[in-house]
């Protein structure tokens, strides 16, 4: 399922283009900005290149940059001339002895004012006495050929003073502004009240573009908007600031900064004008769905619904009063229709939907608006954790019956897998493993009093040689040192008809334990602990595992109770230890277990276990015996069998965390078993998510039935390798539907993956290092540098442009899944057609920390998946490819309604990535760029693991022992392999 997550991401990005459709203009109405010019190259202009000095300085100087271009020809002279704006005195400045290294970056000082490099970079520091405007003039000439000159306008200025009166608004805000109004025009005028001539009092730069004027307007939520817009530019007069302020309906808050160099552009010291409050009436239109949404279930029953009602209004605009083009509807890839309002303002349609989710997408364009809505649910099988009241059902009524399928054959097991596992129990780890297994049994704290359990005594009941009352009760074993084995080997298994037979031969094996009352479960005896030591000099064994039809495992043996017991004493119980088959070590005669005196548990319990000893060799072992052989084949036969068929029947918890991605919850339980000459074939069936984690799910989710839509038809019959020495392996498809329901983060939180340059970094692609090299060696970048999770290439110029991101501004993409509609992934033939889709996931885009706008992400994506097949290129690796169907995948990016922080309409911020997943399909929908995947032929197996331990370091496929097919009828992944372990 990672994998899933960072391929379908990459997939959204890979093919976006940086390229931002912007509707119009800026949404702030404000002049034109000019782009300062930086010199470039000085092979890239005729001779003379000035920087675009500051507007305003605040020192009494300015430092003018820039270039000449010296290739051709030599500097024959440069000067600089100035003029005052108000007094009109002219000067020219005397440049001579110029510095010659690292100009642009040189600090100049009245006596050394110039500086000029051999590639033809200069700065000049130009002196500006009085306050006010300035005119500067720089002329320079060749030896040989043309001169050249610039102008250009700076001012010395001092802090602004703004006062109300300078303010003036249009409309009037005195009183609400109408609805529909989508901007005031703010205007600032900085030099009002000053003669004709209004440079003579320019000091502050309002003339030479040294001043910036910006009105902000924080919009009451929710969510709380807000948006500066900002100018340098004059309109309609000297001084003269005219914006175009985005106001929306309900309360704006404005706010008018001044600012120039003398406050150092910083708007926290600049003079400030506000809060001046702005009233808007109406309200933001938008689609209100009716139904399904708010009063249908999530999941319909394809078997007694065959149509679905959709059902609309759209409050805040202006009714249809003739049924035309405006709102139209589209379900999934249908072609669009219209739909009209009943007398009441409702819309309805009847939607005929297709298995999986669907996807009704809703268009209106009315009262110059253009609305967008979708509605998401699913059809087919559902299967719920829910009941009608919200409640979390039994287990059994929401687990995926025969969801896991798996085929092992008779010979893979005897022939590669026995002779690794009786290498095993000659080593010395398993030794040590089973040291470690049987090292706190025994002790600690036990359930008091404990009893059978009701399904336990029901699989009691049904073996006719076990009590209700069978077992050990509150009597205890503890371990005493671990177990000693001086050989195990284990034969081959027998296969046949739902029966597997298994012998295995011991030899000196040895085992001390007490046996001890302990009624109150603290783990603490309540009297002497009986010591026993029970040991075997050779010792066979011959467990058989049956099964039968209605869930039930025995442990029988080809021996009973009765080839060690007198008829009239016997139950013909199954026996894994019989005398005929053991010849015992721990005493004289040999007997295979003696009371241990050498345990030395009390003075009193050295008397008892004499006192047995001696009866026990008089009467040759009969009664002492007869009893501790009863007690452990009871425990084989009842007791183990018990235990097999409640946990085939309850299940294994699955508690699995997959660090740092997320932490998966579940059981596997055993729907069915059968057993041939051939081998052993298993359907499991599957439960993930917790009962009490479920149970956490929003209300309207749990009384609406959020779950999965099930396979329609249920497999059952056997799948076999064409191989007779491989496996096969069948997977029911929804199970990855049903796995979100058991996944969340370590933490606990919902299951989300962020998208960001460590997401990148983590998959072997660095922004800074491939996207510099490939520009460097002037190759064809990857598609991913297009889609730098950053501001400007993920949101587009304008959330730069209106200040709320720098450009360069990292930003990260969070992806959420949705509980009512997991992934989902349908097999739509046999010959590798998959459909994959999910509905409403949340897509969250933020930056420092700070939400910028969420969108609902849904998905309908048709693949071709190939067979795979040994890779040409890599005979160490088989390949495949994914062909994706553009014209039968669509999907939907909407903002979340309330979500987006900004004044950018949402369809504009989440553009970018709209255009990403059109081009990435059509892209890999095209002959020649099919997604390509490798699977290693060897796997090397976890260090550690259980396989380690075996001796198989490392699984190897053989060329045609490794095939992947598709079940359409029961929805249904099948593998088939042979593999080849190596040492």
């Known amino acids: 399922m990672i994998k899933f997550f960072h391929c379908l991401m990459i997939l959204i990005l890979a093919a976006s283009s940086s390229a931002f459709a912007e509707e119009g203009v800026s949404l702030c109405q404000v002049p034109q900005r000019m782009h300062p010019v930086v010199c470039a190259s000085s092979g890239s202009f005729s001779f003379l290149c000035l920087n675009t000095p500051p507007g305003s300085v605040k020192e009494d100087f300015v430092i003018l940059k820039g270039r000449l271009n010296l290739e051709s020809s030599v500097l024959g002279q440069i000067s600089v001339s100035t003029q005052e704006d108000y007094t009109r005195q002219l000067a020219t400045l005397s440049l001579v002895d110029p510095l010659t290294e690292n100009c642009w970056n040189q600090t100049l000082t009245p006596q050394k004012n110039f500086c000029l490099e051999e590639d033809g970079s200069f700065s000049i520091r ?27 306008r700076v001012s010395h200025v001092i802090v602004p003073t703004v006062m109300p009166d300078v303010l003036h608004f249009e409309p009037d805000i005195s009183s609400p502004l109408p609805a529909g109004t989508t901007h005031l025009k703010v205007v600032v005028d900085l030099l009002a009240g000053c003669d004709a001539a209004k440079e003579s009092c320019d000091f502050i730069g309002a003339g030479t573009g040294g001043v910036v004027v910006s009105v902000e307007n924080k919009m009451a939520g929710p969510p709380l908007k807000s948006v500066d817009c900002e100018t340098e530019g004059i309109q309609g007069g000297a001084g003269r600031f005219v914006i175009g302020i ?33 009233e808007v009436l109406g309200a933001v239109s938008k689609i209100e769905i009716l139904s399904p949404f708010n009063d249908g279930p999530l999941l319909f029953d394809s078997k007694t619904t065959h149509e679905i009602s959709l059902r609309f209004k759209i409050p805040g605009t ?117 040291g470690k297994m049987t090292e706190e049994m025994g002790r600690g704290t036990a359930p008091q009093n ?12 049904e073996l006719p040689y076990c009590q209700s009352d069978s077992g050990t ?11 000693q084995i001086g050989k195990l080997v284990l034969d081959p298994l027998e296969f046949s008809q739902n029966r597997l037979s298994l012998s295995a031969r011991a030899e000196e094996v040895s085992l001390a334990i007490q046996l001890y009352r302990d009624d109150n479960g603290d783990g603490v005896p309540d009297i002497d602990p009986l010591p026993l030591k029970i040991a075997f000099k050779n010792l066979r064994l011959k467990p058989i595992l049956e099964a039968s039809s209605d869930k039930m495992w025995r442990l029988t043996s080809p021996y009973t109770d009765c080839d060690y017991k007198r008829k009239g004493a016997c139950s013909n119980m199954p026996a894994l230890f019989v005398p005929s088959q053991f010849e015992g070590n721990a005493g004289e005669a040999g007997a295979f277990v003696v009371c241990d ?27 002492f015996q007869e009893k501790i052989l009863d007690a452990l084949n009871s425990a084989y036969a009842c007791g183990g069998t018990t235990a097999i068929t409640e946990a085939f029947r309850q299940g294994f918890d699955i508690e699995k965390t997959f660090d740092p991605w997320f932490t998966l919850k579940g059981s596997l339980g055993v729907d069915q078993t059968q057993i041939d000459n051939d081998g052993a074939f298993v359907l499991f069936n599957t439960r993930f998510g917790k009962k009490e984690d479920l149970a956490r799910w929003a209300p309207d989710l749990r009384t609406r039935g959020a779950g999965i839509l099930a396979a329609n038809d249920t497999a059952s019959t056997m799948i076999t390798s064409s191989h007779q020495d491989g496996f096969s392996f069948g997977l029911s498809l929804p199970v990855l539907s049903q796995i979100f329901w058991g996944a969340q983060k370590p933490d606990g939180s919902n299951l989300s993956i962020t998208i960001d340059e460590d997401f990148f970094k983590a998959r072997g692609f660095d922004f800074d290092i491939d996207c510099q090299i490939s520009e460097k060696e002037k190759k064809e970048p990857s598609p ?46 046999n010959e590798g057609s998959v459909q994959l889709e999910f509905a409403d996931w949340e897509l969250n885009i933020s930056s420092g920390g700070k939400n910028i706008v ?130």
């Open 126 to 152: 130009v002196p500006l006495p009085a306050l006010g405007g300035y005119t500067l003039l720089l002329q320079a000439s060749r030896v040989q050929g043309e001169s050249a000159q610039s102008t250009m």
């Open 246 to 278: 985005p106001v929306q309906a309900g309360q704006n808050n404005l706010s008018i900064t001044v600012c120039n160099a003398a406050t150092g552009f910083d708007k926290a010291s600049c003079p400030t004008l506000h809060p001046m409050r702005v």
């Open 318 to 434: 202006i009714p249809q009063k003739e049924c035309d083009q405006s709102v139209k509807v589209a379900l999934n890839l249908e072609p669009q229709q219209p739909v009209c309002p009943d007398a009441d303002g409702v819309y309805s349609l009847l939607l005929h939907p297709e298995e999986g989710y669907n996807i009704a997408e809703i268009e209106a364009n009315i009262s110059g608006q253009k609305l967008i809505e979708t509605v998401s649910f699913g059809f087919g099988k559902p299967l719920s954790p829910f009941n009608a009241r919200g409640e979390v059902q039994p287990e059994e009524q929401w687990q995926l019956s025969k969801a896991v399928r798996v085929w092992l054959s008779a010979k893979m097991i005897n022939m590669s897998l026995l002779p690794r596992i009786n290498q095993y129990l000659s080593s010395a780890d398993f030794r040590e493993w089973i």
């Open 450 to 461: 404990a009893e059978p359990s009701a399904s336990a005594q029901n699989v009691l009941k």
């Open 473 to 483: 009760g509150a009597l205890r074993i503890k371990v005493m040192e671990s177990p």
């Open 597 to 623: 005196r050498s345990q030395k548990v009390s003075s009193k319990m050295d008397e008892i276990c004499h006192a047995l000893n001696v009866v026990d060799r008089q009467t040759g072992g009969g009664a």
């Open 784 to 829: 991913l540098c297009a889609v730098r999770p950053r501001a400007k290439e993920i949101l587009g110029n304008m959330i730069s442009e209106l200040g709320y991101l720098q450009a360069t501004d990292p930003v990260q993409l969070t992806l959420t899944p949705s509980n009512a509609f997991p992934l989902r992934v349908s097999a739509i033939d």
């Open 854 to 983: 969420t969108g609902k992400l849904s998905f309908q994506l048709m693949a071709l998946i190939s067979p795979p097949s040994l890779n040409a290129t890599d005979p160490d690796s088989f390949a495949f490819t994914v062909k994706l169907v553009q014209d039968k995948s669509r999907w939907w990016i909407l903002e979340k309604q309330g979500s987006n922080t900004t004044v950018i309409p949402g369809s504009q911020l989440l553009y970018n990535l709209e255009q990403g997943l059109k081009l990435a399909i059509s892209y890999f929908a095209t002959e020649g760029h099919e997604i390509k995947f490798s699977i290693p032929r060897s796997v090397f197996v976890p260090s550690g693991s259980l396989f380690e331990k075996l001796g198989m370091q490392e699984l190897t496929w053989t060329p045609g022992g490794f095939n992947l097919g598709w079940d359409a009828p029961t929805n249904s992944l099948l593998f088939q392999g042979t593999p080849t372990t190596l040492h």
